[in-house]
C-alpha cells in the first residue's frame, strides 16, 4: 500500500463529492432549521424535539455500525449508498412536510426513515473517501471536494426562502416542501453519477476477513482510534448544542426570526470560502494542530455572543459573530476524515485488518450521537431555566438560554483543543507507517 502519487482527475473528484450535496442537507442545516419549523407548525412540543433527536441517535448506535460491518464484508461501496439514497427519497418528504396536527409520532417515525437513508449513504462514501488515496495530503484534498460540495448544498438550503419566495426570508412549509422535493431527485442521481464516474478502488492489501466482533474489537485494538473518537466527542457536543440553539436563540431571544437565513447564509458561505485556505495551512501546520487552533477561534467567536441586546441592532454582529464561527467550524470538514483514513492505515499495519466502513461508522455515530445528545442537553438547560416558547422570556430563562448556547460549547471546546493539540498520529508518524506498508509482501502489483 503505497501513496498515491498522482492525483484525482477533478471530474472524478467532483462526481464523488456530489453525492454530498444533497446528503448535506440533511445533516446541519436541517438539525438547525427543523426543531423552530417543527416548534412553529406541528403539535410537537419542546421536550418532544429533544426526546425524537435522543431517540433517533440511540436508533443510530445500532444501524451505524452494522452498515459499517456490512460494508467491509461484502467489500463493495455504491450498492449501499444506492440503497440508501432510495430511502432518503421515501422519507424527505414527509419530513419536511408535517400537518399542524403532526407530532411526535410522525417526527420520529419519518426522521428514522430518513437518517437510516443518510447513514447507507454515508458511512460508505466516507470509507470510499479514505479508499481513493493513501497519500496524506492527497486525502484532504479529496475531504475538500466533499466538503465544499456538501456546503453548497448547505447554502442552498439556507438560501432556498430567498430564492423561492423572492427575497423571502421564513422557512414557511412551502419552502420546506420545495427543499424536500430538491433532496428527492438529487439523491439518487447524484449517486448513480458516481457508481458511473467513480470505479471503487481495489482492495490492495491482503486482509483478515471482516467478522461480527470486529464492531468493538476495532476500538480495543486501535489506540488512535480511540482518542480520534474522545476527541470528537466533546467537539460535537459542542457543536450539537450551537447548531440546536442557533435558530432558537436568535428568533426568540435577539427577535430576528425573519433574519435567520441572512445569519445563517454568511456563515455557510464562510465554512465553505476558507477551507480551501485550511488546505493550505494544513500543507504547512499539522492537521490535528490546526484543529485545535480552528478550536480556540471558535471559542472566542462564541464569547463575544452575549453581549448582543436583542432588536434589529444584532442583526450585524450576530452576522459577522457567526460568519466567524462558521469560518473555523469549516477546518474540521478537512481535518476529521482525513485524520480518520490515516488512522485506517495504521489498523491495516498493526493489525491487518481493512475495515475503512467501520472506522468510519464509528464516526457517523459519534457525529449524530453528538447531535442528539449535544442537541438534547442544549435544548434541556434553557428549558429547565424556564425557557418555554412562545412565552416571554425573563430573566431566568435568558440566562439559561444563554449557558446552553455559549458557556457550555465554550466548556467543551477547551479540553478538545488540548486534545487535538496533542493527537500521537501526525504527519512524520504516518510516513513512517506508509513506508512500513509498503515494506510489507501483501501488496498486490
Given amino acids: 500500500m503505497t501513496p498515491n502519487p498522482s492525483p484525482l482527475p477533478a471530474s472524478q473528484l467532483l462526481a464523488f463529492g456530489l453525492v454530498n450535496l444533497p446528503l448535506s442537507m440533511l445533516m446541519s442545516p436541517t438539525a438547525a432549521i427543523l426543531p ?16 425524537a433527536t435522543l431517540v433517533a441517535r440511540i436508533f443510530d448506535g445500532l444501524t451505524d455500525p452494522l452498515i459499517g460491518y456490512l460494508s467491509d464484508r461484502s467489500g463493495r461501496r455504491t450498492p449501499w449508498m444506492i440503497g440508501g439514497a432510495g430511502l432518503v427519497t421515501a422519507g424527505a418528504w414527509f419530513l419536511y412536510n408535517p400537518s399542524s396536527e403532526s407530532g411526535l409520532a410522525h417526527l420520529l417515525a419519518w426522521y428514522l426513515v430518513v437518517t437510516l437513508g443518510w447513514t447507507l449513504v454515508e458511512i460508505p462514501h466516507t470509507a470510499m473517501a479514505a479508499e481513493l488515496s493513501r497519500d496524506y495530503h492527497e486525502r484532504s ?31 414557511t412549509p412551502e419552502v420546506m416542501r420545495a427543499i424536500a422535493v430538491f433532496i428527492m431527485v438529487a439523491s439518487p442521481v447524484a449517486v448513480l453519477l458516481l457508481w458511473r464516474a467513480v470505479p471503487e478502488p481495489a ?20 489506540p488512535p482510534l480511540r ?14 448544542a450551537v447548531a440546536s440553539l442557533f435558530v432558537i436563540y436568535a428568533s426568540h431571544y435577539l427577535g430576528l426570526a425573519d433574519k435567520v437565513p441572512h445569519i445563517a447564509l454568511p456563515m455557510t458561505l464562510a465554512m465553505a470560502l476558507g477551507m480551501p485556505l485550511w488546505l493550505q495551512v494544513m500543507k504547512r501546520v499539522e492537521k490535528h494542530r490546526a484543529w485545535s487552533v480552528a478550536a480556540a477561534g471558535m ?3 462564541l464569547l463575544a455572543v452575549p453581549v448582543l441586546e436583542p432588536g434589529e441592532d444584532a442583526l450585524r454582529p450576530m452576522i459577522a459573530i457567526m460568519a466567524l464561527f462558521g469560518f473555523f467550524l469549516g477546518s474540521s470538514s478537512i481535518a476529521l476524515p482525513s485524520l480518520l483514513a490515516d488512522i485506517v492505515d495504521y489498523d491495516v499495519w498493526r493489525n491487518r485488518q481493512d475495515r475503512a466502513a467501520i472506522f468510519f461508522s464509528f464516526q457517523a455515530i459519534v457525529t449524530k450521537l453528538n447531535q442528539g445528545v449535544g442537541g438534547a442537553i442544549a435544548l434541556g438547560i434553557p428549558a429547565w431555566f424556564g425557557f418555554a416558547p412562545p412565552a416571554e422570556i425573563g430573566a431566568t430563562a435568558e ?12 466548556l467543551l471546546l477547551v479540553p478538545m483543543l488540548w486534545l487535538a493539540w496533542h493527537y500521537p498520529l501526525g504527519r512524520r508518524a504516518h510516513v513512517i507507517l506508509a513506508r512500513r506498508l509498503a515494506n510489507r509482501q501483501e501488496i498486490h502489483a
Avoid at 423552530?36 to 426526546?51: D, I, K, M, P, R
Avoid at 442552498?156 to 423571502?168: E, I, Q, T, V, W
Avoid at 482492495?203 to 486501535?222: F, H, K
Avoid at 482518542?227 to 450539537?240: D, E, R, S
Wanted: charged share 15%.
Fill in 36 to 51: 423552530n419549523f417543527y416548534l412553529e407548525y406541528s403539535a410537537v412540543t419542546l421536550a418532544g424535539l429533544a426526546t
Fill in 141 to 171: 484534498r479529496i475531504a475538500l471536494w466533499r466538503q465544499l460540495l456538501g456546503f453548497l448544498g448547505g447554502v442552498l438550503f439556507m438560501a432556498a426562502p430567498m430564492l423561492l419566495l423572492g427575497g423571502g426570508t421564513k422557512f
Fill in 203 to 222: 482492495r490492495r492489501v491482503r486482509s483478515q476477513r471482516v467478522r461480527i466482533a470486529d464492531l468493538y474489537r476495532a476500538l480495543g485494538e486501535t
Fill in 227 to 240: 482518542y480520534f473518537l474522545l476527541t470528537q466527542v466533546l467537539f460535537g457536543l459542542a457543536t450539537g
Fill in 299 to 301: 471559542i472566542v467567536a
Fill in 399 to 410: 440566562l439559561g438560554l444563554k449557558i446552553a448556547f455559549v458557556a457550555w460549547p465554550c
